[in-house]
């Protein structure tokens, strides 16, 4: 089983619509939860950041992590083509050594339809 | 000017080559990170840096090699290139305690 799991989709919605991408892991000690978003031909590049439990809302984006099911998800309200994109997330355990390394997602290609 | 910068920014080079893809920052960040993106399988570590004289082997590194030249600087090297090492890399860096920050990439092609 890998440590993190992340449907690859792809996921094709209309322009307006909520969208819902997730991820499960199975490691406990993960800690600190992100959301990279990768434009095609482009580096990812972070969008939100959360630690332990709970949501964080920033515009249109909610992050949100549930450790008792070690479930992690993002919303996406009124999403736009802009958001086309592929979703990729991430976590770690600790800021020390290796455990600060990232383990990624395989990541969620989106596309919004106009 | 981007933060962290890589050449070249694509490469096709034929099996057997030696190639050196490089890396450089000026987000003054200690780690440094290396990793490969293939259609299906995500990124994957190869090698990573958490300072000059640090370097440690990721998920996948056999087949490459990797030397910290300096605090900004982060090269990759392939000594004999086939063509299964043809993908997209990322050089990423990162502050402890903060996310990493990934360079454009190389889109690199060996046949």
């Known amino acids: 089983q890998k440590e993190v799991e992340q449907d690859p989709g792809p996921l094709s919605v209309p322009e307006g619509a909520i969208v819902s991408l997730n991820c499960t892991y199975s490691?406990?000690?993960?800690?600190?939860f992100m959301w990279y978003r990768q434009y095609s031909r482009k580096g990812p590049e972070l969008l939100m950041y959360?630690?332990?439990?709970g949501n964080k809302e920033d515009g249109r984006f909610t992050a949100q992590v549930d450790k008792s099911s070690k479930y992690i998800s993002l919303f996406i309200r009124d999403s736009q083509p802009s958001d086309s994109a592929t979703y990729l997330c991430a976590m770690l355990m600790n800021y020390g050594g290796s455990q600060g390394n990232l383990i990624f997602g395989k990541g969620t290609k989106l596309s919004v339809k106009p | 000017d981007a933060d962290v910068t890589q050449t070249p920014r694509n490469r096709i080079t034929k099996t057997g080559k030696r190639i050196m893809l490089e890396c450089s920052q000026t987000k003054g960040h200690d780690r440094m990170y290396w990793y490969r993106q293939d259609p299906g399988l995500g990124l994957r570590l190869i090698y990573y840096s958490f300072d000059v004289k640090d370097i440690n082997k990721g998920e996948i590194s056999d087949g490459y090699s990797v030397s910290r030249q300096a605090q900004a600087k982060f090269s990759l090297s392939l000594e004999s290139a086939i063509p299964n090492q043809t993908a997209l890399y990322f050089c990423?860096?990162?502050?402890?305690?903060?996310?990493?920050?990934f360079g454009p990439g190389t889109r690199l092609t060996v046949l």
């Open positions: 990423a860096t990162q502050r402890q305690g903060n996310e990493q920050f």
């Open positions: 959360t630690y332990s439990s």
């Open positions: 490691n406990s000690a993960f800690q600190y």
